[in-house]
C-alpha cells in the first residue's frame, strides 16, 4: 500500500510540477551521431527538500525524461524533406517506437548542482539507433552503373568535402549543408549516385551517416586524416569537392558527373557506398545543433 501511495504521490506531483520544475538542454552532435542531454529539476519549483526528498527528484526526472525529449527526437531531419515527425505523420514510424528509441539512452547518475538549487540527470542517446528505424530492405539497392566505365583507381573510402556555402541547386541561392540521418549524394546532372537503400545492414550493426569538420582532413600525417576519419575512409580516400548542395533541407551533396564516375565505374568503389566508406565534411557550425526546451511540447503530432 505504501508503494501505491508513494508512485500516486510522484504522478500528481509530475502532473502539477513537471512544466516550471523541469528542464533540458543539450546537442546533436553530428560527428559523434549523439544526443547529449541533461534535465534539471528545480527542488524549490518542485517543493522537494534534501536529503529526504532525492529519490522523490529522481523519479520526477524519469517521469519527465521521455516528454522533454520526445520534441527534439521529432525534429531530427530524416532526409533532405522529411523529419521524424513527419515519419510519425504519415504513420511510417510510430510514436511507441520513438518512445522505445528515448529509453535507450544512457543516464549518468543523478547529481546535485553546485548550489544544491537543482538536481540534474545526464542522457547519451546513439543516432545510429534511430537510424535503424529506417532501414528495412534486406538486399541493397544496386549503385547506377556506367556504360563502359573508363580506367578508375581503386580507394579505400569516398570523402565529400562540403565544408563552406555553396550553391543551392535550382535556387539561384547559396547555402550551408547541413546534416541529416540519411543524405543523398547528386551528380552535376542531378542523378542519384547513393541514398540509403544502397546500404548493407549488416546483422547487430546498423550503418550510419558519418561527418567531420575541416580540422580532421588537414592534420601533419601522411594521409592528412585524423583516426576517426582514417578509420571510416581509410588512408587513401577519394577526395572530392561537393559542388552544391541539394534538398528543402540543405542536406545532400552534389558532385561533379566526371567525379561520380570515379565512383560508379569501379566495383571496389562502388562497395565503399554499399559499406557507408563515406564522409561528408561539414562546416563546424553545422555539426552541433544545441536545443533549450523548459516544457513537454510535440511538434504537430495529432
Not at 565512383?263 to 557506398?273: G, K, V
Request: glycine letters at 6%; aromatic letters at 6%.
Amino acid at each position: 500500500m505504501r508503494k501505491i501511495f508513494f508512485s500516486l504521490q510522484i504522478l500528481l506531483l509530475s502532473a502539477a510540477w513537471a512544466e516550471p520544475a523541469l528542464g533540458i538542454t543539450g546537442a546533436v552532435n553530428w560527428e559523434k551521431m549523439t544526443i547529449e542531454a541533461q534535465v534539471s529539476l528545480d527542488l524549490a519549483s518542485a517543493g522537494i527538500r534534501l536529503p529526504t526528498g532525492r529519490s522523490q527528484g529522481e523519479e520526477l526526472i524519469r517521469a519527465g525524461y521521455s516528454g522533454l525529449i520526445r520534441p527534439r527526437i521529432l525534429s531530427l531531419p530524416v532526409d533532405s524533406s522529411r523529419t521524424v515527425a513527419d515519419y510519425v505523420r504519415s504513420g511510417d514510424l510510430s510514436l511507441s517506437r520513438v518512445e522505445a528509441f528515448a529509453w535507450k539512452a544512457q543516464l549518468r547518475p543523478p547529481a546535485h548542482s553546485a548550489d544544491l538549487s537543482s538536481l540534474n540527470a545526464a542522457y547519451r542517446l546513439n543516432l545510429a539507433d534511430l537510424a535503424a528505424e529506417f532501414l528495412s530492405h534486406t538486399r541493397p539497392a544496386e549503385p547506377p552503373r556506367i556504360i563502359a566505365p573508363p580506367p578508375s583507381a581503386d580507394h579505400t573510402g569516398i570523402l565529400i568535402i562540403a565544408g563552406e556555402e555553396l550553391p543551392l541547386h535550382g535556387t539561384g541561392r547559396s547555402a550551408i549543408p547541413l546534416p541529416c540521418l540519411f543524405p543523398k549524394i547528386w551528380d552535376t546532372d542531378m542523378n542519384l549516385v547513393y541514398e540509403k537503400n544502397m546500404l548493407e545492414v549488416p546483422d547487430g550493426k546498423t550503418p550510419a551517416p558519418h561527418y567531420t569538420g575541416r580540422a580532421k582532413i588537414f592534420l601533419p600525417s601522411p594521409s592528412g586524416l585524423s583516426p576517426e576519419v582514417s578509420e571510416v575512409v581509410g588512408e587513401r580516400p577519394l577526395r572530392i569537392l561537393a559542388r552544391g548542395v541539394f534538398g528543402i533541407r540543405p542536406t545532400d551533396p552534389v558532385i561533379h558527373r566526371d567525379d561520380a564516375v570515379l565512383i560508379l565505374s569501379s566495383e571496389n568503389n562502388r562497395r565503399l557506398l554499399r559499406e557507408g566508406r563515406v564522409m561528408i565534411v561539414l562546416d563546424d557550425r553545422a555539426l552541433e545543433d544545441p536545443f533549450n526546451l523548459d516544457r513537454e511540447k510535440n511538434p504537430g503530432i495529432r
